[in-house]
T-cell receptor, first 107, second 113 residues
Framework: QQPVQSPQAVILREGEDAVINCSSS?????VHWYRQKHGEAPVFLMI?????EQKGHEKISASFNEKKQQSSLYLTASQLSYSGTYFC????????FGTGTSLTVIP | NAGVTQTPKFQVLKTGQSMTLQCAQD?????MYWYRQDPGMGLRLIYY???????DKGEVPNGYNVSRLNKREFSLRLESAAPSQTSVYFC????????????FGPGTRLLVL
């Protein structure tokens, strides 16, 4: 039930881009994305609904392909503040968070 | 407007002791969730409450009980703590159902010896 994310970890230099993928074995109606900084609670980034709509938040955007049961989070021109662990989440009678991707941005 | 508050922030228990984790929200949300997060892992749903007066089991409910006292408060009880319950516990308040945004409390760090 738990969505699988890849990669597990990524290290970027400031200004570089990254893509985080989220895959589910079940049909998806929506995908959520959260970011959690070390020692803090997760914070909502965005939700994508059926229809493949791409959404944006600052320089972070995401796409959702319900046929492939996948979502991808795109971070462009990364900043130090983007460091943290990113989780996708899906709903199937209850909510499931993904396995997480640790993102570290270095100067 | 405090959002979601949790008490205590940190607790140490001995095996077999009981305790209740408190969660309250002031956003007038109907749904509230309890998660646990173990080191290096994602969040796993313990119990949820879609509305006042209802509770349902999540992915990992064994060893826990919950009470939705009113619309604002949702408590999690460990009747007989075990070392496997050492974790960080997050409460979340949810805007709606199926198109929800979850607002998390700061978490309770629990150590069971």
């Amino acid at each position: 039930q738990q969505p699988v994310q890849s990669p597990q970890a990524v290290i970027l230099r400031e200004g570089e881009d990254a893509v985080i993928n989220c895959s589910s074995s079940k049909a998806l109606y929506s995908v959520h994305w959260y970011r959690q900084k070390h020692g803090e609670a997760p914070v909502f980034l965005m939700i994508l609904l059926k229809g493949g709509e791409q959404k944006g938040h600052e320089k972070i955007s995401a796409s959702f392909n319900e046929k492939k049961q996948q979502s991808s989070l795109y971070l462009t021109a990364s900043q130090l503040s983007y460091s943290g662990t990113y989780f996708c989440g899906t709903e199937d009678r209850q909510f499931y968070f993904g396995t997480g991707t640790s993102l570290t941005v270095i100067p | 407007n405090a959002g979601v508050t949790q008490t205590p922030k940190f607790q140490v228990l001995k095996t077999g002791q009981s305790m209740t984790l408190q969660c309250a929200q002031d956003m007038n949300h109907n749904s509230m969730y309890w998660y646990r997060q173990d080191p290096g892992m994602g969040l796993r749903l313990i119990y949820y409450s879609a509305s006042e007066g209802t509770t349902d089991k999540g992915e990992v409910p064994n060893g826990y009980n919950v009470s939705r006292l009113n619309k604002r408060e949702f408590s999690l009880r460990l009747e007989s703590a075990a070392p496997s319950q050492t974790s960080v516990y997050f409460c979340a308040s949810v805007t709606g159902w199926m198109q929800e945004t979850q607002y998390f409390g700061p978490g309770t760090r629990l150590l069971v010896l």
